[in-house]
Every structure is written in C-alpha cells, then in structure tokens.
C-alpha cells in the first residue's frame, strides 16, 4: 500500500466510522435492554444495523473483498483482502452507559491485517494504524511517558475475568501479583491506554479475530509488542472462529515476563 492508497483506504474507514457513529449513538445511554447470542455474548440491534450498514458500504466500493464481522459472519469472495468489523466492540459497556466501547475496522493482506482503527464514539477519540504512522483523530500521536521496564512497576489491564479459562485465569492472577497495579474492564480501549502510556501490558483470553485485529496495525505503529501467548504473530486463522490469545506490551522485558507466567 503507497501513501496515496493509503489516504483512500483511511478516509474510507473514517466514512464507516462516521456512519457507525451516527446508528450506535443513537443506542447509547438509552436503558438498552442487553440481548444474550446462543454462544452466550451479547448484542443490540444496534450492533446489528450498523453492521449491515458497513456491509453495504464495504460491498458498493470493493465488491470482490471479503468481509468478516461479529453479526453475520464471513462473506467470501476468494479474495487476498478481507474488512474486519465489530460496530460495538465492550457491548456491556456499551448497554450500561460506560463509555469506552468502541467500533473497530480493518483491512487484511492474506491474513495479515495492514491497516487499523478503533473508535470511541462516546469519547470523540478515534484512532488509525499503519505501518509507522499512528493517528489520533487524524493528527500524528506523540505521547512521552516513562519508561517501565519490570514487572513490578507495570499497571496491568484485561476486560474480565470471564474471557479466561480456569487454567488461564490461575495463570493471569499470579502474574498480576506481581504486577504494582491491576484493573479490570476497559475492552478494547485498554490497548489505546498501552499506546498512551496508562498501562503497560494487556492480557487477554477468549477473542475473536474482530475483538483484536483492528488493533494490531494500531499498536505496531508506536512499535507496541503484540503476540499470542506463545509469542507468536497473531493473523487471521483460516478458521474464522478461533479465539486468541493475547498479550501486549511497550517493553520487552515486560513482554517476556508476562508469556513466561502464562506458560
């Protein structure tokens, strides 16, 4: 990807999170009741019309890519690229009035995901990955914060105990032990925090391609560590309803502790 197709695959993401913005707003703050999906996860129908919504768009501009989103599922046209959706990613946050769910969208190469944004709607805080160049509301991010290089010094976040197995739970609770501090919540705008400095590593258990795909372009821009548990590179499985494993960190020290304890 050059630059210049660079600045129409972003201006397009900013037009889908514009109108996700618009249908998921409207939700918010609004005594939603919290729908439960036969795998036990949650959604609104404003996950949903969104979706469909994106849908659209993503089909009337490149109609021979894939698409992969939470709703509806994988739609296949046998093509290298694949747009990965989650309109609501943290829809419990999002039901109960706590602002930091946020609407992902990336664009994969053969698996490999080149470009990424979150955004946080009820935030105003939109955020886009590629390569070296990392955009908060369309203007270069550059944060200083110090450096932490031990475990004991890290903060650390995850979402929910919920996401863990039992065995991955044990693991994780040791770990954050040793951590100076730990918080839980957060979803995905926990891995913006790792970019700002607020935290310094995340672990997580149980996502779905859409849950942190989006994010990886985002995060390896400000050269953030991104791995599986296993420290291997996390891409788009050819199952598309693998879940993953993750861990994330600005040190490597930090890094390598944290996939020493979850293994």
């Given at each position: ?86 309109p609501i990613d943290g829809t419990r946050s999002y039901v109960i009035g706590r602002p930091l769910w946020g609407t992902l969208i990336s664009l994969a190469f053969k698996g490999e995901p080149i470009i990424g944004m979150a955004d946080f ?128 960190a600005r040190d490597k020290n930090i890094h390598d502790t944290a996939i020493n304890y979850m293994n």
């Amino acid at each position: 990807m050059n630059e210049a197709e660079f600045i129409e695959i972003s201006d397009f993401m900013n037009l889908l999170a514009d109108r996700s913005k618009v249908i998921t707003l409207e939700g918010f703050n609004s005594n939603l009741t919290l729908q439960v999906k036969d795998d036990g996860s949650p959604v609104t129908d404003y996950d949903i019309n969104s979706e469909k919504i994106l849908r659209e768009i993503i089909s009337a501009k490149f109609p021979n890519h894939n698409i992969f989103a939470e709703e509806m599922g994988f739609t296949s046209n046998n093509s290298d690229y694949t747009w990965i959706i989650d309109p609501i990613d943290g829809t419990r946050s999002y039901v109960i009035g706590r602002p930091l769910w946020g609407t992902l969208i990336s664009l994969a190469f053969k698996g490999e995901p080149i470009i990424g944004m979150a955004d946080f709607p009820a935030l105003d805080e939109r955020w886009i990955g590629y390569k070296n160049k990392c955009l908060l509301n369309n203007a270069a991010f550059k944060k200083n914060y110090k450096s932490i290089t031990s475990i004991s010094e890290a903060t650390v976040g995850s979402t929910g105990p919920h996401l863990f197995s039992e065995i991955g739970k044990q693991k994780y609770e040791t770990l954050i032990k040793k951590s100076k501090y730990h918080v839980w919540s957060g979803d995905c705008h926990n891995y913006c925090l790792v970019i700002k400095g607020g935290l310094d590593l995340v672990v997580e258990e149980g996502l779905s391609s859409y849950d942190i795909l989006p994010l990886i372009p985002i995060l390896k821009s400000k050269d953030i560590i991104v791995t599986d548990w296993k420290s291997k590179k996390i891409n788009l499985k050819n199952d598309l309803f693998s879940k993953y494993s993750v861990i994330v960190a600005r040190d490597k020290n930090i890094h390598d502790t944290a996939i020493n304890y979850m293994n």
